[in-house]
């Protein structure tokens, strides 16, 4: 049996926290013959490892090397302060303080170079923005030998062979099984557990990328495939996959069984809690997912499968994307043309921005759609050079955009089918004066995403959750 298991950043965030880290990982040992463990760079909150180390290097490319040293000594505090408090110094504190010394002087000299070239490429973030993984693993590894087992950090460069589209790299999985199950099989047959480093890969010509931030859930689900695990378990800092963002919304409640549609909605839409392509490995190999919470290991958590047998007609749960903006083509001469929606998403992908949502009008006098925000220029401009002529013409007579909206999107597989579920959902907006832009339903039927300007988007979501306790 073996067992692919996570460690988000608040769980490897201290020493503290990779103390009950190593606990569980032991813990679950007793049961799981074979675990495989993932872990991101620290996060303790509010400071997380990968955003300092991004910060800096964008300093340095404007010339600020001040704000870079500065990020390089607390990069130096942070990791020190938990290699002191957890590794005695007659064992390895030295040989790891010394490691992971090595990687903050390489981070300064990368950040000098990105200063000197005035450059930083995706390339080069991807190097220095996954560096914080290459450190903890090393830390956590290295705590669990002192406890007395076999345990070896691994850089998932050496696992998971990827494209080469830097900072959003998908994996290669042919190649990506061979070299991880070359790597990982022999040390679990040696009983030894291998702590490996989220959220980076490496390209076929061995130069590092990322797969995107929060990446290193996908990691865990990528390997939990190549290993044929039995499970994928990713601990976070909260007890599952919960009805709202509960940053936000103090009731939000942890949901005990998701689909894994439902899942991939959710996070597509904005929850953070898993990456959004975290759940695609899973389909396709029909392995469940469990989400759980470090700090409170004995909660069971979410756990998603491919089908919720008890999902009945509720909603689950609701979600928000903020800083985007609603663009929308309009024209009666739109109307039977073939193609418009064609090239209007052909123009928007060719200035390389995703879409988040869609919605066309019947009569096909308009479509709309939401970027984010900060694209909302170039797509315009794209939108105006792809229709110069039916603009002159007047077939289309505006390309306009909505600035600050929101999507909000309600989750759950058994609003299809059930009756009254999207008259609740609007009544209830209605009654609480939000007003609703846009709405799409998802092609699954299992989410409805509705547009609502920025400043409305708390209380259409609390409204929403309202429905969900009812
Ligand atoms: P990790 O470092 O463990 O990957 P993340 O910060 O990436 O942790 O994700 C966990 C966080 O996601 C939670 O602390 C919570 O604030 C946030 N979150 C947002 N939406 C949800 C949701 N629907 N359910 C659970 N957590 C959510
Ligand atoms: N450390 C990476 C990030 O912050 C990956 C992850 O935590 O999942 O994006
Ligand atoms: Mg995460």
């Known amino acids: 049996m073996t067992l ?36 991101s760079g620290m996060g303790s909150k509010p400071v997380k490892v990968t955003d300092l180390l991004l910060q800096g290097a964008y300093a340095a490319v404007d010339g600020d090397e001040q704000s870079y040293s500065r990020v390089a000594e607390q990069l130096r505090e942070i990791h020190f302060e938990a290699i002191d408090g957890l590794l005695e110094p007659e064992g390895e504190r030295q040989k790891i303080l010394a490691e992971n010394n090595d990687f903050i002087d390489h981070y300064l000299a990368l950040c000098e170079a990105v200063c ?21 693993v090393r830390i956590l590894a290295a705590y669990l ?7 070896e950090a691994i850089d998932a460069t050496e696992l998971i062979v990827t494209d080469s589209n830097f900072q959003n790299a998908s994996p290669i999985f042919g190649q990506t099984q061979v070299k991880s199950s070359g790597v990982i099989q022999p040390l679990l047959e040696q009983d030894s557990i291998p702590i490996i480093t989220g959220f980076i890969g490496s390209d076929t010509n061995g130069v590092t990328t990322t797969l995107g931030r929060g990446g290193s859930d996908y990691s865990a689900s990528i390997l939990g495939q190549t290993m044929k695990a039995d499970e994928v378990w990713i601990w976070t800092d909260v007890d599952g996959v919960m009805s709202a963002d509960p940053r936000f919304v103090s ?27 975290t759940m ?31 999902s009945n007609g509720a909603i ?10 609603l663009i929308t083509v309009e024209g009666t001469g739109m109307v039977g043309v073939p193609g418009i929606a064609a090239r209007t998403f052909g123009a928007v992908a060719s200035s390389d921005v995703s879409v988040l949502l869609i919605s066309q009008a019947s009569s096909e006098q ?25 603009l002159e013409r007047r077939d289309i007579d505006s390309i306009w955009a909505m600035r600050d909206v929101s999507i909000v999107t309600i989750v759950g ?14 009544s209830s907006l209605g009654d609480h004066q939000v007003n609703v832009i846009a709405i799409a339903q998802g092609s699954s039927e299992c989410s409805i995403s509705i547009v609502v300007a920025a400043e409305d988007t708390g209380s259409a979501v609390s409204h929403i959750h309202e429905l969900i306790a009812a």
């Not at 689950?316 to 903006?325: E, G, N, P």
């Not at 709309?368 to 105006?384: H, N, R």
């Open 413 to 426: 597989s058994g609003m299809r089918g059930t009756p009254g579920i999207s008259g609740r959902i609007f």
């Open 145 to 151: 030998r002192q406890l007395g087992h076999e345990a």
């Open 280 to 310: 695609r490995p899973c389909v396709e190999s029909n392995i469940p997912l469990r989400i759980k919470n470090t700090f409170n290991p004995d909660h069971p958590g979410t756990v998603i499968l491919a089908d919720d047998p008890g």
């Open 316 to 325: 689950k749960a609701v979600t928000a994307i903020k800083d985007l903006c």
């Open 251 to 277: 009731t939000a409640r942890s949901i005990p069984i998701l689909n894994y549609r439902e899942v991939s909605e959710l996070a597509y839409f904005g929850a953070r809690v898993l990456h959004p392509k």
């Open 366 to 390: 308009s479509i709309c759609f939401s970027v984010p925000d900060g694209a909302t220029e170039i797509v315009i401009d794209s939108l105006a050079g792809e229709f110069a002529g039916e």
């Open 116 to 136: 000197v070239l005035g450059e930083l490429s995706p390339r080069a973030l991807d190097a220095i923005g996954g560096m914080g993984e290459r450190m903890s």
């Open 4 to 39: 692919v298991m996570k460690f988000g950043g608040t769980s490897v965030g201290s020493a503290d926290a990779m103390r009950e880290t190593a606990a569980l990982i032991l813990r679950t040992k007793e049961t799981w013959n074979s675990v495989v463990v993932v872990a």
